[in-house]
């Protein structure tokens, strides 16, 4: 075992134990192990949100599109500028109905707010069949990330079953606490990874960082266009609303804990407001895909030039730094993931009856959950974003219920909402699975659009049906009866 495998397994390991640590006391409520007791502070919940802006996709994916498709990857800085002022408005007012009406996942407050147990049954199954490509996603990052680190194929799979089993360990101990806590570790070690390996190209190129893109403007314009094979402009604008929409509506379900958790609207309000920060640090991987283009060979795998580059530009010790840094973005995101699959399914799906039966069915879910996703990473490994861009694209059907359930007063009904979603997640599968050619505009957006149409002729429809003439004899009143 080499020296950068070896530094990669003990972190991975390391990750887990502090994880082990968030535990509390309790007497194994299901609401405390999702959401805490709804008190986190400014603090926790900070990196908590912030868990969603650095995943496997920010390491290995964008600068993966950073390598194909130029300034395209900027798309991810754009959305969730979106991101975060829709949050400013929404997850307030989602803390505040979920503390008065107790709910504990997404589908918990679809089902109260529109009333209707069938709408909450069928948006736990499609948050739970959606988030699980999310989830792939992360399992085959870690295992690519170990593997060109290392050059080990097996060892990058080793490393997925381990940091799998240790990932599912420290969630059914430690709930959302242990997840907070895995949190500020991650956060630490992505942007110590990212600047030594920036610092490392910046030594390594001719002219440092400044002299690596007046080499790209030279020598590779149309980079800095939107002018690249499948990353134009329509891919760059579809791909910012997709996603600006799926993060800022509430529409991923593993997002909610965090919301609920929080200790007030103004804790949520004042994170809406800073953690765009962490775009700063978003930029680097961009400029790691930008140097890759001078320096890692023609044809190269996107997915692989973040790692590539740490390879040929560090040292074993800090390649297993960086590693370990990309392997922590897999494991909190990961972690919160089964969290929001398995909560749907246990409590939304199966409806079991007592806290402590949920809870039990819970784990079942996450055990369940991490086995399948870890399979058909080792199976069916796919590209970064396109299962970023799936997950995001079906999830993104729940905006609308989602958005009208914030009013006062609900004013769509809960069959108009229910075919809406059916209508974009079927149309979304057609055009994913049924070979369907819409060129670079994202599929999610569309279905979108079609969710729009059905639900408003439905909702015209009920409204029209409601308005009807009432029967002359029902305006009859009923006499009183003699008492």
Not at 39 to 64: I, N, P, R, V, Y
Request: charged share 10%; glycine share 12%.
């Amino acid at each position: 075992m080499n020296t950068t495998m070896a530094i990669t397994l003990v972190g991975i390991v390391t990750i887990a134990v502090v994880g082990m640590t968030g535990r509390r006391p309790s007497r194994g409520e299901f609401g405390e192990w999702t959401v805490g007791k709804r008190k986190f502070s400014t603090f926790t919940t900070w990196f908590l949100q912030a868990g969603e802006a650095f995943t496997t996709f920010s390491f290995l994916g964008l600068a993966g599109i950073a390598f194909g498709g130029g300034v395209a990857a900027a798309f991810a800085l754009c959305y969730l500028s979106i991101n975060f002022t829709l949050q400013y408005f929404t997850t307030p007012r989602m803390r505040e109905l979920g503390r008065k009406g107790g709910y504990l996942t997404q589908a918990d407050y679809l089902a109260d707010r529109f009333r209707s147990p069938l709408l909450g049954k069928v948006v736990a199954v499609v948050g739970a069949v959606f988030l699980l490509p999310y989830l792939q996603l992360q399992i085959t990052g870690l295992g690519l990330i170990v593997q060109l680190a290392t050059g080990s194929r097996t060892g990058g799979n080793l490393s997925m079953v381990l940091a799998t089993v240790l990932t599912v360990g420290f969630v059914l101990w430690s709930g959302i606490r242990g997840i907070a806590r895995v949190a500020y570790l991650k956060d630490a070690l992505m942007i110590i990874g990212l600047v030594v390996l920036v610092v490392g190209i910046a030594l390594t190129v001719h002219g440092g960082i400044g002299g690596l893109f007046e080499t790209i403007r030279n020598t590779h314009p149309n980079l800095l266009t939107f002018h690249q094979e499948g990353y134009d402009s329509t891919f760059f604008i579809t791909a910012v609303i997709i996603s600006a929409l799926g993060g800022g509506l509430g529409t991923l379900p593993h997002l909610w804990p965090p919301v609920l958790a929080a200790g007030s609207g103004r804790t949520l309000r004042s994170n809406a407001v800073w953690l765009p920060l962490y775009q700063i640090a978003l930029g680097l991987p961009v400029i790691v895909g930008f140097a890759g283009v001078l320096l890692v060979k023609p044809g190269s795998a996107p997915n692989a030039v973040a790692l590539t580059l740490a390879g040929q530009t560090l040292p074993g010790w800090l390649v297993g730094v960086v590693a370990v840094a990309a392997a922590s973005a897999a494991m909190v995101p990961s972690a919160a993931i089964v969290v929001g699959i398995s909560s749907l399914l246990s409590r939304n799906l199966f409806s079991v009856g007592n806290e402590r039966a949920q809870l039990r069915t819970n784990h079942l879910c996450v055990i369940a959950a991490a086995v399948l996703a870890l399979t058909l990473g080792l199976t069916r490994p796919g590209l970064l974003s396109d299962l970023l861009l799936l997950t995001y694209g079906g999830l993104t059907q729940l905006a609308p219920a989602i958005v009208m359930g914030l009013a006062k007063k609900v004013r769509l009904g809960a069959v108009p909402a229910l075919l809406g979603i059916l209508t974009g997640v079927g149309v979304l599968i057609w055009l994913t699975f049924g070979g369907v050619d819409v060129g670079t505009f994202d599929t999610g957006l569309i279905a979108l659009v079609a969710n729009l149409v059905v639900t408003a002729v439905a909702q015209l429809v009920a409204g029209s049906r409601s308005a009807a003439p009432v029967p002359a004899e029902a305006n009859t009143p009923v006499p009183a009866e003699a008492g």
